[in-house]
């Protein structure tokens, strides 16, 4: 049987059913998800994420694929390394183009190395780094890649980074209230304040999906989401036609929590729906309201989780006042091949010490659990 590889420079050109029968029914793996970031103009070569996935094929038929894209620079990707591109410039090093496998703006765990088995998994990423070494480039970064596939990546020479983001894990909760009494009085307390704080200001929360997520419910949401880039001075990375098209091709996974004052809609928050998690991507507000955000993003979404029996909610990157909501420390991961031997070791020190100030500053997290004992 002949082993081939192919590079797509757009998803369109890889057949939906084939791409999604390696994703593991992820939903921010989906051809519909990451062909909308195309197809709406928020990842191209204008915005700095050029299409370079990698296919592999076996007899002409696909076996396994890497959503790979060529980076000119580090935005979007949620794992830092602008220092180690300002060390290749002192040096007089170019470390852009840079090629990443990920989800282009999306800090979430899932596969990377899309294949049904090992062997597939490290003949697809060997040939990825051999290709960035005959293109030239400085690295080949792989985000947010599970647990399991850590051993492909170090076994092909990739140094591993750990981080850390705060995740809600459904322990078996009957109800929310369920899971309120499985916190500490005093977080407890706090939730139950935010929550009584938006009553009072005569704020209720809807659950948008499917039918009844309409297109003037996302003219809103955009609105919103917009909003919380223009506060921080800052364009946002998705326009509108990202999430008409994600209506079109993929509805059933969009869960949307509005949030109305007096019968006017104020806040929203997008969430993405998996087989087993949801995960929290988007919020924003037109006004402010004490506890607003919490409610909105958090407490709806976990209410969301315990009714349709989802597994875990993950709450975005970042955020230690997720810890009092009840979403815990979870460690996540990057693989990184760096081509300049000599860069390659300064950064695996630089590695070393970070883990181990995460792996203090994790177990410090862990000490201040909101929850009153292991369920």
Not at 203 to 223: C, H, Q, S, W
Request: net charge neutral.
């Amino acid at each position: 049987m002949s082993t081939t590889f192919e590079q797509a420079h757009a998803l369109d050109e890889v057949p939906a059913v084939a791409w999604n029968t390696l994703t593991h029914g992820h939903p921010l793996l989906d051809h519909g998800y990451l062909s909308s970031l195309e197809e709406s103009g928020c990842v191209n070569h204008r915005t700095g994420w050029t299409p370079r996935h990698l296919i592999m094929k076996r007899d002409r038929e696909i076996v396994a694929a890497m959503p790979l894209y060529l980076k000119n620079h580090s935005r979007g990707e949620y794992v830092f390394d602008q220092s180690w591109a300002h060390a290749f410039e002192r040096h007089g090093l170019h470390y852009y183009p840079k090629a990443v496998c990920a989800i282009p703006f999306t800090p979430v765990t899932g596969p990377r190395l899309l294949a049904h088995t090992a062997e597939d998994q490290s003949a697809l990423l060997e040939h990825a780094i051999e290709r960035c070494a005959h293109e030239g480039l400085s690295s080949l970064h792989v985000l947010f890649p599970p647990p399991e596939e850590l051993d492909a990546l170090q076994t092909s020479g990739l140094l591993v980074r750990k981080s850390v983001q705060f995740h809600w894990m459904n322990t078996g909760y009957s109800d929310y209230n369920d899971f309120l009494m499985s916190m500490s009085q005093p977080k407890r307390k706090k939730i139950r304040q935010d929550t009584r704080k938006c009553e009072e200001a005569g704020v209720r929360f809807e659950v948008l999906e499917n039918k009844t997520l309409t297109p003037g419910a996302l003219d809103f949401f955009y609105r919103c989401y917009r909003q919380t880039y223009f506060n921080h001075g800052q364009l946002p990375y998705l326009n509108r036609a990202f999430f008409s098209r994600l209506h079109t091709v993929m509805p059933e996974k969009m869960v949307m929590v509005l949030a109305y004052r007096h019968d006017r809609p104020v806040a929203a928050a997008m969430n993405i729906r998996g087989p087993s998690a949801l995960y929290g991507r988007y919020w924003g507000c037109m006004e402010f309201i004490p506890g607003l955000h919490f409610e909105t993003c958090y407490m709806r979404a976990i209410r969301y989780c315990i009714e349709r029996n989802l597994k875990v909610f993950e709450g975005g990157a970042q955020g230690e006042h997720k810890l009092a909501r009840g979403l815990s420390p979870t460690e996540t991961f990057s693989g990184h091949w760096i081509a300049d031997t000599r860069f390659k070791e300064a950064i695996e020190n630089y590695l070393q010490q970070e883990t181990r100030m995460l792996d203090s500053y994790t177990q410090e997290l862990e000490e201040h659990s909101p929850f009153k004992a292991e369920r």
